[in-house]
């Protein structure tokens, strides 16, 4: 099992910034690729970055250049760095964990967190 604790979110003005970070226990972390996914009301769950056990990152178009995902395996933790953020970023943000290598799809993640609120104001 892996538990995972997502904070940070947070009412911030367009072109603001925020960091979101998942703290992540039990079994080890360096073991688990690790994705950030974000849900909007009414809509999907939706890939947003992803980052390997080696460092190697991946990110959704929608986001890429503005967001940056980062690992710390030595403090279980990874982060999301948001920059520039817009309206359409406003979603609950959830951290998940897998197995193997990154994966865009939420299926394929088995350990999720419970979500932290980011709304990005006009």
């Known amino acids: 099992q892996v538990q995972l604790v997502e904070s940070g979110g947070a009412l911030v003005q367009a072109g603001g910034s925020l960091r979101l970070s998942c703290a992540a226990s039990?079994?080890?972390?360096?073991?688990?690729?690790m994705g950030w996914f974000r849900q909007a009301p009414g809509k999907e769950r939706d890939f947003v970055a992803a980052a390997n056990w080696i460092g190697g990152t991946y990110y959704a178009d929608s986001v890429k250049g503005r967001f940056t995902i980062s690992r710390d395996n030595a403090k279980n933790t990874v982060y999301l760095q948001m920059n520039s953020l817009k309206p359409e970023d406003t979603a609950v943000y959830y951290c998940?964990?897998?197995?193997?290598?990154?994966?865009?799809?939420?299926?394929?993640?088995?350990?999720w967190g419970q979500g932290t609120q980011v709304t990005v104001s006009s």
């Open positions: 039990g079994r080890t972390f360096n073991n688990y690729s």
């Open positions: 998940a964990a897998r197995g193997g290598s990154w994966r865009v799809g939420p299926g394929a993640y088995d350990y």
